[in-house]
């Protein structure tokens, strides 16, 4: 099993408002799991907790990561172990160039796995590799880190950065929002374009429209910090045809 | 309202904590101070002290008095208390130094050199004797220059490099013909009082056509307490000729206010070049800055002849207070004038820097690269100055002045003054702020980069172009200082 979540607690630590409670998880090598939820269920949270924000404290529950125990980890520990986060809102750092920011980041995971360190020329072979298989821009490398990029860009920056990375689990926190039809293609092309028997996806949305591009082997409904409901795809067609209220009466005092 | 406090208040953590000033230590040696205080008498004392001509006394005099006359100024964004100058002392000097500049920069004799003042430059990593290294030191330590190194060979190739204090008794027609005419005495207060009780500086000169064989460089250590430090450096290119010239400086870790009030004046004659970089890393103090050097710098250069060319490359990250703005006057037709510069500011320090780009010639050029990074409770300001007078036909200047905030407790400030009084010029200004969040360090954290290495990339992407201006040395010390003064804080 790759990630095993179980019994999950957690609150916001400025606040202590109460978000996870007590959520179970079990993500096996391979697979495509998709989380899917009304407003406040505690979707993003879940992906912030596993990337390591500090935003947020665990108060009970484990997690294991490919064996390990991944709350004790720091956030870049977690990404050099496999995990990666491609964010809702990914942000600007101007002045760091693509090639700097992912040949440190590649670096730093190569590091974890004992493999010697790419300069600039390996590197700049590797990344055209993982340009041309998601058919991004030519100048990507030069730009600064998502300055001046749409957000369709930044997303598609992001699904470039985990071709890079090659994670084990790559956590995708609505990364459909935001996007018209023909972008959203696109991320979802380059997302399928990085399946494999050896890295799993935990997609986080709204909408069931991105899981008709990305077709999940599992689909579970978040409510009040816990997930309800299992199933297969057709779990987000019967969503989609229904909407959540019939899950919310089901568990609202649960 | 509670989240947007929280997103910073991390990063203002860390940022707040101590970072370790390695060059804090102190010297224990025999010195000679004056008693504190500054009167007529005190300046003669200091003109004998140094066996000076009477011209030189002369120059002393006539600056203080009219200094006794100006009030202290606090126009800059920088706040500091009035300073009581009757509270420091205006000269010391290591004791077997005290006879005078004679023994102590006996060029190449280092025995001549008090074995503390060595092991404190031996400490700080500047080389005081004839070595290895492709570099001429003068090392000047409180009130005196205590070695100068590479002489011989420079003097091969007419090339004077020796302390000011030397200069004025071993060229004394050099130093009077330039002496007080980049920055007269009257210019501002502290240089008025810098020109009454200048202790010591560097004076190099570049004969004509030769282009200076290896980098010149001064290193600056404020040792004893309650002491001001006023160098005097005089830098004349002549007809041709190319330098660059480094400067560095450090001081020990103290708990009142240090007072550094320096002049420097460059000449550039006719197709010459100087290329001049600084370093500075005085002691910012503690938390709350006390006991910070104050540093109130006079820069000027004058490109005197056609086709000169100025260039000042500075990365600020220590003091309590910086307030300077070296300067280029375009005399020369085709003169160009450069100022790159990165100033960091933490905690409390506050800084009020910038450049005067004067044109007067015809067909001159100035560039301006500004970056300040200011984090914790810190102030950086940006003060430049370009005039474009009306007889600078076809002058162009070009200055980009960036700002990074790091934290939310820090404040960026920028005052450019235009003032074009020739239509064919052209002027351009660009200026941006941008942040370091929380949010951007997660997003480097995420992808496996740690929280150091993050704001270390940030930063330097954000001043790389500043950092490629300096000689090479210089840029590795630049960069490293920046992560030291952002990262001593960081675990």
């Known amino acids: 099993m790759l990630l095993n979540v179980q019994n999950l607690q957690a609150q916001v630590e400025e606040t202590e408002k109460q978000i996870l409670n007590g959520l179970n998880l079990q993500v096996n090598p391979g697979e495509v799991h998709a989380i899917m939820g009304p407003n406040g269920a505690g979707k993003s949270t879940l992906a912030s907790v596993l990337a390591g924000r500090e935003d947020y404290e665990v108060t009970a529950g484990s997690v294991d990561f490919d064996g390990e125990d991944l709350l004790d980890l720091d956030p870049e520990e977690r990404a050099r172990k496999g995990l990666f986060l491609a964010f809702q809102y990914p942000v600007e750092i101007p002045g760091v160039s693509n090639k700097l920011f992912m040949q440190t980041a590649v670096n730093a995971v190569r590091d974890e796995k004992g493999l010697p360190e790419l300069d ?13 298989l998601l058919e991004m821009r030519n100048d990507l490398l030069e730009r600064s880190v998502n300055v001046g990029f749409s957000g369709g860009e930044k997303k598609r920056n992001d699904i470039f950065q985990m071709a890079l990375l090659e994670p084990k689990l790559c956590i995708m926190d609505e990364t459909d929002s935001g996007l018209d039809i023909d972008a959203l293609r696109t991320v979802a092309n380059g997302v399928n374009a990085l399946r494999s028997p050896e890295r799993s996806f935990i997609v986080v949305t709204h909408y069931q429209r991105l899981l008709d591009y990305i077709k999940p082997d599992h689909v579970h409904v978040l409510y009040n910090g816990r997930i309800v409901k299992s199933g297969g795809f057709e779990l987000a067609l019967e969503l989609e045809e229904n909407g959540y209220d019939e ?6 005092d649960a | 309202m509670e989240t947007v406090e929280t997103e910073y208040q991390e990063i203002n953590d860390l940022l707040a904590k101590n970072k370790h000033y390695r060059e804090g230590f102190e010297t224990k040696t025999k010195v ?15 003109s004998a002290k140094k066996n000076e001509p009477e011209w030189m006394l002369d120059f002393r005099l006539k600056a203080f008095r009219h200094w006794e006359k100006m009030q202290e100024p606090h126009w800059a964004k920088a706040k500091y208390t009035p300073l009581d100058y009757q509270d420091y002392s205006y000269y010391s000097a290591p004791e077997c130094g005290a006879c005078g500049d004679a023994c102590a920069t006996e060029g190449d004799n280092a025995t001549a050199i008090d074995p503390e003042v060595a092991k404190a430059f031996a400490a700080l990593g500047v080389p ?23 002489r011989e060979e420079l003097e091969k190739h007419g090339i004077i490099f020796c302390s000011f204090s030397e200069a004025v008794h071993d060229h004394p027609e050099l130093v009077q013909q330039y002496i007080g005419t980049v920055v007269p005495y009257h210019d501002n207060y502290f240089a008025a009082l810098n020109s009454a009780v200048a202790s010591d500086g560097t004076f190099v000169y570049i004969p004509p056509g030769v282009r200076c064989p ?20 005089i830098l004349i290119a002549d007809k041709g000729s190319y330098v660059s010239y480094l400067e560095g400086c450090s001081a020990p870790v103290r708990d009142s206010y240090q007072l550094h009030a320096a002049v420097v004046e460059v000449i550039v004659h006719e197709d010459a070049e100087v290329k001049y970089s600084t370093v500075q890393n005085w002691y910012p103090g503690d938390d709350d800055c006390e006991g910070g050097i104050l540093n109130f710098v006079t820069k000027r250069g004058v490109c005197e002849g056609a086709n000169s060319k100025l260039s000042w490359t500075q990365a600020e990250t220590g003091s309590a207070i910086t307030w300077k703005y070296p300067s280029c006057i375009l005399k020369g037709d085709n003169s160009i004038g450069e100022f790159y510069s990165v100033a960091l500011t933490n905690r409390r320090q506050q800084a009020d820097t910038g450049t005067k780009m004067i044109h007067i010639g015809k067909n001159t050029r100035s560039t301006v690269i500004s970056k300040g990074l200011s984090a914790g409770k810190s102030d950086n300001t940006y003060r430049g100055q370009v005039k474009i007078l009306p007889s600078a036909e076809g002058a162009r200047n070009f200055t980009q002045c960036d700002s990074m905030l790091i934290g939310d407790q820090c404040g960026a400030h920028t005052f450019p003054y235009i003032e074009v009084e020739n239509a064919s010029a052209m002027v351009e200004h660009e200026a941006t702020t941008s942040r370091i969040g929380e949010d951007q360090l997660f997003y480097c954290q995420q992808r496996g980069i740690s929280e150091q290495d993050a704001i270390s990339m940030i930063v330097n992407g954000f001043c790389k172009e500043v950092f490629s201006e300096l000689p090479l040395e210089f840029a590795q010390e630049a960069e490293e200082l920046l992560a030291i003064s952002l990262e001593g804080s960081v675990g």
């Open chain 2, 32 to 46: 000679e101070t004056f008693d504190k205080g500054i009167n007529e008498d005190v300046v003669r004392a200091i």
């Open chain 2, 214 to 233: 290896m980098d010149l460089s001064t290193y600056f250590r404020i040792n004893e307490a309650k002491t001001g430090q006023f160098e005097r450096t």
């Open chain 1, 247 to 252: 899950i919310i009466q089901q568990h609202k």
């Open chain 1, 120 to 132: 600039m020329l390996d590197f700049d072979e590797y990344a055209k590799e993982k340009i041309e």
């Open chain 2, 128 to 150: 005081i004797e004839d070595g290895e290294a492709n570099i001429a030191v003068d090392a000047i330590f409180d009130s005196i220059s205590v070695s100068t190194t590479k």
